[in-house]
């Protein structure tokens, strides 16, 4: 095992949803586990519960020298999404150069591994087959590239540095504390939610605590050294059965009016083009209606072999647990 209880754990985007869970999940384990994070305030639930924070950006080496001073593994979760509120440039700076900045420090450190997450989506569109680790990268946009970037500068840091490294690629992740998902769980329990396309798209979607098994795993398991794991659930789902499934969990019947995908797509692209001239970030965009027009469906054998990685929430339970937290925070 690459670490074990009581080892030392760097989790980089602690403030975030999958960071967050995951050094709750691994503190509960007995490791000690310190977060890297740019607003400490983001984290006092973390720090509270026994977590450490240690502020810093992945773009500035010396707090990542602070960081990493003692750490056995690195589980690199910033930038896991992508976000439009700061920029490409900002985003790259994150999700590519700062991964390489990243292996290449803690190998400095003495770190002996680092997992750094990739979102699947880039290698999701396959026609023919549910995409696997060998799948060819088929990127949507520029957020995309500059995750497969990410990856490539990963692998070339840590074969430089001599430090293992593992790739995990989650495929869309939901579960209480999401908001991603938010606009369609409330949408839907409000009967305000109208559907995009025909829904007959698939979703392949993750429950949080199945994936934060999942990179526990990557960075436990000794074989999985140098090897990239996909990280999805057990089943996949067509939109509009995940629709009607959230639909009926709720207690409510779907919304009946579904609208065509072509005006609301041309509608994106123009406001993308007049955000973009004035610097602020559009309330719609293409990236988010792919959501509605591209399938995804994602091949998990390798992680179920060679990790024992073994989804456990299936799509109702998870959609159960989502409502009762949304209703929980009184968002529907």
């Known amino acids: 095992m690459t670490a ?116 699947a989506e880039a290698h999701g569109r396959q026609a023919a087959r549910p995409a696997d680790e060998d799948s060819a990268p088929l990127p949507r946009d520029a957020y995309d590239a500059a995750a497969l970037d990410g990856e490539r500068m990963a ?60 990179l526990r795993l990557c960075g436990e398991a000794g074989q999985a050294a140098g090897r990239t794991y996909t990280l999805a659930g057990g089943e996949t789902m067509r939109l509009g059965d995940l629709v009607r499934l959230i639909a009926r969990e709720a207690g409510v019947r779907p919304w009946p009016i579904r609208l065509p995908v072509w005006p609301v797509s041309a509608a994106a692209a123009l406001v993308e083009g007049v955000s973009g001239a004035v610097g602020a970030r559009p309330p719609l965009d293409r990236r988010r209606l792919a959501f509605y027009t591209e399938s995804r469906a994602f091949d998990i054998s390798r992680a179920r072999a060679e990790l024992g990685f073994v989804p456990k929430v299936d799509l109702r339970e998870g959609v159960r647990r989502c409502l009762e937290w949304y209703r929980g925070q009184n968002l529907i």
Do not use: N, W
């Open 155 to 214: 692998h070339e840091a840590a074969s430089r540095a001599g430090i293992e490294l593992v790739i995990a690629r989650p495929s869309q992740v939901y579960g209480p504390g999401d908001c991603r998902l938010q606009a369609l769980f409330c949408g839907i329990a409000r009967r305000r939610y109208v559907l995009l396309g025909t829904g007959s798209v698939t979703v392949h979607l993750v429950y949080v605590d199945d994936l934060v098994e999942g």
């Open 4 to 119: 074990g209880t009581g080892s030392t754990i760097l989790v980089t985007g602690g403030s975030r949803f999958v960071g967050a869970q995951l050094a709750r999940t691994l503190a509960a384990r007995r490791y000690h586990v310190r977060v890297l994070t740019r607003v400490p305030e983001r984290v006092k639930d973390l720090r509270s519960a026994g977590i450490e924070a240690c502020h810093g950006d992945l773009r500035d080496r010396a707090s990542l020298e602070r960081a990493c001073e003692g750490v056995r593994v690195v589980f690199s979760t910033a930038g896991l999404t992508a976000s439009r509120r700061t920029g490409m440039a900002a985003h790259r700076a994150v999700s590519t150069t700062g991964v390489g900045t990243l292996v290449e420090t803690a190998a400095a450190m003495q770190a002996q591994r680092v997992v750094h997450c990739s979102p």
